[in-house]
Nanobody
Framework: DVQLQASGGGLVQAGGSLRLSCAAS????????IGWFRQAPGKEREGVSC????????YYGDFVKGRFTVSGDNAKNTVYLQMNSLKPEDTAVYYC??????????????????WGQGTQVTVSS
């Protein structure tokens, strides 16, 4: 089965850091992109970041503003999202997902077809 498993969420104070992991099974990254998304209660799911395994490029939502870094480890079939300078408004369930198409990058959720189960990130003020 093709699966993604997100982990690493937790409770952290404002200004703190967390590193999320997204472990893939049943496929290799090849030319896919892996994206991170988040959804807060009552809000739409929004794109946080994505990394292309076609050319190594990375993309971020405007609200990230240099605070987050996405990276990938092909040997471990895992993608990471390092989140620094966390703010209370970063509180959400974070999901990782795989693009529907190879050699494609996007921060739009409808461009992704395989989703992990989500991990809760809570930032206290």
């Amino acid at each position: 089965d093709v699966q993604l498993q997100a982990s690493g969420g937790g409770l952290v104070q404002a200004g703190g850091s967390l590193r999320l992991s997204c472990a893939a099974s049943g496929f290799t990254f090849d030319d896919y992109s892996i994206g991170w998304f988040r959804q807060a209660p009552g809000k739409e799911r929004e794109g946080v970041s994505c990394i292309s395994f076609s050319d190594g490029s990375t993309y971020y939502g405007d609200f990230v503003k240099g605070r987050f870094t996405v990276s990938g480890d092909n040997a471990k079939n895992t993608v990471y999202l390092q989140m620094n300078s966390l703010k209370p408004e970063d509180t959400a369930v974070y999901y990782c997902a795989r693009t529907l198409r190879r050699r494609w990058v996007s921060l739009a959720a409808d461009e992704y077809d395989v989703w992990g189960q989500g991990t809760q990130v809570t930032v206290s003020s």
